[in-house]
């Protein structure tokens, strides 16, 4: 029960500083839908560069070398 009341009052809180942040900066929901985005793109390129580096017998357990 305590732990309810502490997220309804964190969620109050919260709720107060984005109205703030809101009056400060009236298009910060666009800031910040734009800075989600440069973040999934930048994980997806991470994702795509480790991929790259890796080694053919990484990515692909059932590769037979022959030497």
Not at 21 to 39: C, F, G, M, R
């Amino acid at each position: 029960m305590q732990e309810v009341q502490k997220l309804n009052t964190l969620e109050i809180q919260f709720q107060d500083l984005m109205d703030k942040a809101k009056q400060l900066y009236p298009n910060i929901d666009e800031a910040i839908s734009v800075i989600t985005n440069i973040t999934a793109h930048t994980t997806n390129l991470q994702d795509y560069l480790n991929l790259m580096n890796q080694t053919p017998t990484e990515t692909s357990n059932n590769q037979v070398n022959f030497f």
